[in-house]
């Protein structure tokens, strides 16, 4: 029989009982945040378990993990301390279990409405990494800028390329984006454009929250980097792709990127997941010796982006796209960071670059979609090369199970213009 809450949840909610993501939350402004975990179309607040003496497991009965403004402490406590959370929240939360069901003082104190919550940042990120692991975007993006002869560099088929990004400028969903300003490629002999970016793009991307970390100098074993993923979000990685263009050589994205990157604000757990799980493709040529996995997976996230244009009351879906179409897997490119000694901290954030698929419709883009604005979009009726002031861009994640849903709720953004 499947898992039921007392809590009674809609069949198309993100957030039943087999999901239960963490977040942070104020449960009215200017409270202290906490932690808490979506169920339904509440938070629970787990601040007020812990204080009532429930977490009775071995690893969190005299912890204070969640007594944090963060989730850092509990992430930091590694795969043991989160399996005994989630299975004492599931039977907290069950039809069959009174303890939280017949206590109608906890249950007030400790039940939020989720319409009545702030969400916050739900860890403090002390460094953020992104990825490049989507073949179809690496192939898109290079015959767009130096043509389909040598699309792909020869280097992307045995590492996960990456560029470390700006972990100040990560902001929680619903965060408004002001367009960025910079510089642009000459036209002629004319100096170098500046002003505000004419080609300001999303990027759909998840991102792995690191869990415990490791030491300096010692790498993590890919077969055994699955137990430092907490959990994953979605991220825009927000691009303005005139600034971008004229910066990154010789070393990579810098202004082009760092003003802003948006993420969900519920963490999927890898448990969550597991039932989604997915083979990862044939890698060819097959990886080096520290990247070749004993088990390679993805998993099965289908991913949608709406643009809601300014001035317009519906929003036009763009992008259907799945984890799965990623070539590197989480664990690899986390393995991959660490292979140098570099050590990971809880809390950091490994973006998985643009997770674009093979069809017209599954681009992760507006660079591809448009084609670096030779090819419009038409939002119903509206014509878009790039993003204006005013566009308001979602994303939704969720995994279909039996007569459940494991979702990430919504990644959005709005434009507002350059000052």
Not at 70 to 89: D, I, Q, S, V
Not at 211 to 234: C, R, S, T
């Amino acid at each position: 029989m499947a898992l039921k809450s007392f809590i009674q949840v809609h069949p198309n909610s993100h957030f039943p009982i087999q999901n239960l993501p963490y977040g942070v939350f104020r449960p009215q402004p200017h409270a202290l945040p906490r932690p808490g975990v979506a169920i339904g179309d509440y938070v629970l607040d787990l601040s007020e378990i812990a204080k009532a003496g429930l977490f009775t497991g071995p690893s969190l009965n005299t912890s204070d993990c969640f007594l944090q403004p963060t989730l850092n402490k509990f992430l930091a406590m590694g795969r043991p301390a989160w399996k005994e959370a989630r299975a004492t929240l599931q039977k907290l939360l069950s039809s069959s279990e009174p303890m939280l069901r017949d206590n109608a003082n906890l249950r007030q104190k400790s039940l939020v409405p989720m319409n009545k919550v702030e969400m916050v940042l739900p860890v403090a990120i002390g460094d953020y990494t992104d990825f490049f692991a989507s073949m179809y975007h690496a192939r898109n993006c290079g015959t767009i800028f130096v043509g389909p002869q040598n699309a792909i560099p020869p280097n992307w088929f045995h590492l996960p390329i990456a560029y470390h990004g700006r972990a100040s400028s990560v902001v929680i969903s619903g965060t408004d984006i002001i367009r960025p300003r910079g510089q642009g490629h000459p036209k002629g002999n004319s100096p170098p454009y500046f002003g505000p970016s004419q080609k300001l793009d999303f990027e759909l991307e998840m991102a792995a929250v690191v869990g415990p970390g490791n030491e300096l100098g010692k790498p993590i074993d890919v077969n055994e980097a699955a137990d430092h993923i907490f959990g994953l979000v979605l991220m825009n990685d927000w691009s303005a792709r005139d600034i971008q263009a004229w910066e990154y050589i010789p070393l990579g994205p810098f202004l082009g990127k760092s003003f802003g990157t948006t993420v969900s604000p519920w963490i999927v757990t890898l448990d969550a997941l597991e039932p989604f799980a997915a083979d990862a493709p044939k890698q060819d040529p097959k990886p080096l010796p520290y990247l070749a996995e004993k088990i390679s997976k993805n998993y099965d996230i289908a991913l949608e982006v709406q643009i809601k244009p300014a001035g317009q009351k519906d929003s036009s879906v763009v992008t259907r796209s799945n984890f799965k179409n990623l070539y590197w897997t989480l664990t690899q490119q986390l393995a991959h960071h660490t292979i140098n000694g570099c050590n990971l901290r809880p809390g950091d954030l490994l973006g998985t670059g643009t997770i674009s698929g093979p069809e017209q419709d599954s681009l992760g883009c507006l660079l591809e979609l448009t084609w670096n604005g030779q090819k419009p979009l038409s939002l119903n009726g509206t014509a878009r090369r790039f993003l204006e002031d005013g566009d308001e861009v979602t994303f939704i994640g969720c995994c279909k199970g039996d007569g459940y849903n494991v979702g990430f709720g919504t990644c959005t953004g709005k434009i507002l213009p350059a000052p």
